[in-house]
């Protein structure tokens, strides 16, 4: 069975611009969740997705960031425009039944 | 409310040493997952333990899990210097606070 899988792993942008990481949950995985870790940080939480409704958002650092999960399969999580402080690796995980989530390899984000 | 704090922040020591990290949370769990994060890079699941297990082994990982004192302990036996990264624990609670939360994360660098 295939795992979450993120893309890219590796993302390297200029300020200002755009860019879209990709979420692909396990099947039939309601339950999908948005993480980053700003470099040295903790790991903190920035969404949480019941099939396509969000259900917690809470975790989102400002409107610059964008989750969308249109259809409850896949995730797209847009940053635009990016600031240097976006850097950090983003890690989505998903979870059937609330009893154990399992997590992506990560996307690291540069910003320069 | 933050869960899964982890101490030390902070572990130095020469290779062929044990290294034990702390995780301690604040309410009831479902389960708990160590996660191992080499820098800037993604996450690489590392052992899993369910409220109703006390202790998992994993080649040189042993997990304990006290759910009287809400703490858990990662121990890595003789520690490499590939074993150089931060460690995280992520509980998953139960009732409506389920989603994963993750520590600050303990940094560990073994020196060879």
């Known amino acids: 069975e295939a795992g979450v899988t993120q893309f890219p792993s590796h993302s390297v942008i200029e300020k200002g611009q755009t860019v879209t990481l990709r979420c692909d949950p396990i099947?039939?995985?309601?339950?999908l969740y948005w993480y980053r870790r700003v470099m040295g940080k903790e790991i903190k939480f920035l969404l949480h997705?019941?099939?396509?409704?969000?259900?917690?958002e809470s975790g989102m650092p400002n409107n610059r960031f964008l989750a969308e999960r249109t259809g409850g399969t896949y995730s797209t999580l847009k940053v635009q425009p990016a600031e240097l402080e976006d850097s950090g690796v983003y890690f989505c995980a998903s979870s059937q039944d609330r009893t154990e989530a399992f997590f992506g390899q990560g996307t690291r984000l540069t910003v320069v | 409310s933050q869960q899964g704090e982890e101490d030390p922040q902070a572990l130095s020591i020469q290779e062929g040493e044990n290294a034990t990290m702390n995780c301690s949370y604040k309410?009831?769990?479902?389960?708990l997952q160590w996660y191992r994060q080499n820098s800037g890079r993604g996450l690489v699941h590392l052992i899993l333990?369910?409220?109703?297990?006390r202790e998992k082994h994993s080649g040189r990982l042993r997990v304990t899990l006290d759910t009287s004192k809400k703490s858990s302990s990662l121990l890595i036996t003789a520690s490499r210097a590939a074993d150089t990264a931060s460690y995280f624990c992520a509980s998953s609670g139960t009732g409506g606070s389920y989603i994963p939360t993750f520590g600050r994360g303990t940094s560990l660098i073994v020196h060879p």
């Open positions: 309410t009831s769990i479902n389960n």
């Open positions: 997705f019941v099939k396509e409704s969000k259900q917690d």
């Open positions: 333990i369910r409220s109703n297990e």
């Open positions: 099947s039939g995985h309601d339950n």
